[in-house]
């Protein structure tokens, strides 16, 4: 009979390497969602796990953005894709779409993550955005994120967002804002892996 | 309202400065809505006129229905320039 700690040695194998809570943040009519503690180089990949974003403000956008040790604002340079599947819950749409509202060449703006969002009560985003080796002095630092959206118009989405920051310095904090009105409610889990 | 940051777990709230920021951004977010609501009519109506290009195949002669439907799709964007327009727009029945 396998045991508890073989079950979790294997899943921890699965995955690529076990993963560790390091914070967990819920939102509560928040206009920023910043995680500044517990990015640092003890881990060389971090997870930040979306559990039912849910904006105030239908049709919104959620966004991110980074700072780097010893500089200031959220605004480093970002080059990105973005593309998404559309399915309706009419059963319409069945599209794939290139974003270009959400890509950056080179660019400082909030990079989003999820468009469309909507605020009935039973709407949000669930998914995950990944930030590899943010404190490598070597190399530029690569993040995706996939996100699960209930758009406003009842649709499907299924977001796919992937980029470099594009500095060698180390990333320590992120930032999560709505396009407008608050992130009413939700939770963001910050895992480090091992 | 006050608007307020969560800084790991703890709220703080806008300066002054940080309150005229976003609602400078929230205006701009506003003002975009044209342009986002367009990109979705397009992507819709690029989905219909390449479910029906096979109607355009050298062995194949379309119908006037057909053509019309092609053409109107095309032709959908024409004059729509505020976000109602765009919300009721009529979009052309496909011919059986």
Not at chain 1, 33 to 40: A, C, E, F, K, V
Request: hydrophobic residues 30%.
């Amino acid at each position: 009979m396998a045991t508890y700690k073989s079950i979790a040695y294997d899943q921890a194998l699965s995955a690529g390497g076990s993963q560790v809570l390091l914070s967990e943040t819920t939102a509560s009519g928040d206009s920023t969602i910043s995680i500044t503690s517990g990015i640092d180089s003890t881990y060389k990949e971090y997870i930040f796990r979306f559990i039912n974003l849910h904006p105030s403000a239908n049709d919104s956008t959620i966004s991110w953005q980074a700072n780097a040790s010893g500089e200031s604002g959220y605004n480093e340079t970002i080059t990105s894709t973005s593309f998404r599947a559309t399915h309706y819950e009419s059963g319409s749409g069945g599209e794939l779409a290139y974003l270009t509202a959400s890509d950056q060449a080179e660019g400082t703006a909030v990079q989003t993550l999820s468009d469309s969002i909507g605020s009935d009560n039973d709407q949000s985003i669930c998914g995950e955005l990944t930030l590899y080796d943010p404190s490598s002095t070597t190399f530029v630092k690569h993040w995706a994120a996939r996100i699960s959206v209930t758009t406003h118009s009842d649709a499907m989405n299924d977001r796919h967002t992937a980029g470099y920051i594009n500095t060698t310095g180390a990333i320590t904090e992120i930032q999560f804002t709505p396009s407008s009105g608050t992130i009413d409610a939700g939770t963001i889990k910050l895992y480090g892996v091992l | 309202m006050p608007r307020y940051h969560n800084i790991n777990g703890v709220r703080v709230q806008f300066t002054a400065e940080e309150e005229t920021a976003r609602d400078a951004e929230e205006k701009a977010w506003a003002d975009g809505q044209l342009d986002r609501d367009l990109f979705e009519l397009r992507n819709k109506r690029n989905r219909l006129l390449t479910e029906t290009d096979w109607w355009g195949a050298s062995d194949n002669t379309m119908t006037a229905d057909q053509t019309k439907y092609r053409k109107d799709l095309r032709d959908l964007t024409n004059g729509l320039d505020t976000v109602d327009k765009v919300k009721n727009v009529t979009w052309p029945t496909k011919p059986s």
